[in-house]
């Protein structure tokens, strides 16, 4: 019997261990876990850190996961060594709030094939005070998993101010969450405008105009030079922010230690080919920790892509399955805040190899960049236009040729006559991407049973996310309805 070992029990792991036995009933999976909780979808932690949904809502699988696909699920441990020559892990477990000790009983695992999902660790700016002794300072939290938005939720008092540390995508959600609670939050951001890896300069405008309307406050261009307990951040130009919390979503890095201790080529991240074998062909990474040179790391899709593809090969149903990239969509999950970024955003209007529109209605949080090439779109970047990014998103995953008519479509007035349709989508369309959920997915669950929206949301979780996909599951509900029949 196969035997497969994922170090990892994060998104990446647990995606994998479905994939695995979703092709193969008798293949030995062990899966080891550093954190004391089932797998989580992290995307949706904004949502736990604003109230509207629960930590256990998140939660990727139930108690019986592992025992009903005969899963060696292992929480709350730690891997001590790689031994490359023998193939063998060996692992401690190490009870929750203790530090390990090499007395702490262990054992090993062997391995046929060995997968890295250690996903990633956050980055904590080096300013004076933020980090004692090896650990962040009292007051002082990351934003990086359930546990921490459990902390964040206990010091989050309304009325408290709080400093966010990143305006990137994770840092705006938090924000936006704190803010939901009452919070009197800033975020600090080192570069001029918010969301600089998914944003231009004038959609982050309007980015901040919208949220600043929500009660956030920004500090643009700056960094935080000394943290003072209970008191705030003292700022590289000497001006002060006020917080009794500091949150920490400043990027993150890849988690690549145990990789470098096994002797096993490290980069920036755990160095893949397509194949996502390291340099020891025994050993494979995938996830935030893997370095693909078509991956975009912190994002889930390439992930969720990348476990399908190992699957794949580990289990022979498919030797030839290959990674050649991700075509990521980022969504924000922030509430009453609507914006979606894809492909390349950072082309400018006057570029001659490209036909760049923009439009822009700050006092209405609208911003809305499309950039096409061959008449397909290229890049776009869509705030406070749903619609439109619905049809923009469609195009870009199908690679189908834009209507004609560019501005009814930057502002979501027109529909491709081959997006008319649910019926039109393919069965692998994505509809909601907060949890990658295929329209084929939504056809079997409703033809399970799963005729209603709740119904849907609760068996494929779709819609339970951002929210952004809501009309489009609805539509294929009423489509359903009308075309297939019902469930007796």
């Keep these: 019997m196969r035997r497969v070992v994922i170090v990892g029990y994060g ?3 647990a995606r994998l261990a479905d994939e695995l036995r979703r092709r193969d009933s008798d293949i030995s999976i062990t899966v080891v876990g550093a954190e004391p909780h089932a797998a989580y979808n992290r995307v949706l932690l904004s949502t736990v850190v604003a109230g509207s949904m629960t930590p256990e809502s998140t939660r990727l699988h139930d108690d019986r996961w592992a025992a009903e696909h005969d899963i060696d699920l292992r929480l709350g441990y730690e891997v001590r060594e790689i031994d490359r020559a023998s193939r063998t892990v060996t692992v401690a477990q190490v009870p929750r709030g203790a530090v390990s000790t090499p007395s702490d009983p262990a054992e090993s695992f062997p391995y046929d094939a060995l997968v890295l999902a250690t996903g990633s660790v956050p980055w904590v700016p080096p300013a004076e005070g933020l980090v004692e002794d090896g650990r962040l300072a009292p007051g002082v939290v990351a934003f990086r998993t359930l546990d921490d938005c459990a902390e964040i939720e206990a010091k989050a008092h309304k009325g408290a101010p709080v ?15 704190l803010a939901g609670r009452g919070c009197l939050v800033t975020v600090v951001h080192p570069v001029g405008h918010l969301m600089e890896r998914q944003l231009d300069p004038g959609a982050g405008s309007v980015l901040a105009r919208t949220l600043g309307k929500l009660g956030i406050e920004f500090r643009l ?19 002060r922010v006020p917080a009794e919390l500091v949150v920490v979503s400043a990027g993150v890095r890849a988690e690549t230690s145990l990789a470098v201790k096994a002797g096993v080529t490290v980069d ?27 991956t975009v790391s912190g994002l889930v899709q390439p992930a969720w892509d990348q476990a399908a593809v190992l699957a794949d090969r580990l289990t022979g149903a498919n030797p030839a399955a290959r990674y050649r990239g991700t075509s990521v969509v980022t969504r924000l999950k922030a509430r009453d805040v609507d914006l979606a970024a894809l492909g390349d955003v950072h082309t400018d209007v006057d570029c001659p190899d490209s036909e760049v529109l923009c439009f822009q209605e700050p006092s209405r949080g609208r911003y809305a960049k499309l950039v096409l090439r061959d008449d397909r779109v290229a890049g776009a970047i869509v705030l406070g236009a749903p619609d439109a990014a619905a049809t ?33 989508l393919p069965s692998s369309a994505v509809i909601c991407r907060c949890n990658t959920v295929s329209k084929g997915q939504i056809v079997s669950a409703w033809r399970a049973g799963a005729e209603s929206l709740p119904q849907l949301a609760e ?11 809501k009309d489009a599951v609805c539509g294929l509900i009423d489509w359903l309805g009308a075309s297939q029949p019902a469930s007796a």
């Design 459 to 469: 068996a494929t979780r779709a819609t339970t996310g951002c929210g952004g996909c």
């Design 163 to 177: 400093a966010v540390l990143g305006g990137g995508l994770l840092g705006i959600e938090a924000a936006r969450g």
């Design 11 to 13: 998104m990446a792991g």
């Design 221 to 239: 261009n700056a960094m935080a030079a000394k943290y003072l307990p209970g008191d705030g951040l003292i700022l590289d130009d000497g001006s």
């Design 392 to 424: 923009i998103t469609q195009l870009y995953d199908r690679g189908i040729p834009a209507p004609t008519d560019r501005l009814a479509l930057l502002l979501g007035r027109a529909l491709p006559a081959e997006a008319a349709s649910p019926a039109d």
């Design 268 to 294: 920036r991240g755990i160095v893949v080919d397509d194949a996502l074998r390291t340099s020891d062909p025994r050993i494979h990474a995938i996830g935030d920790c893997a370095q693909h040179p078509g």
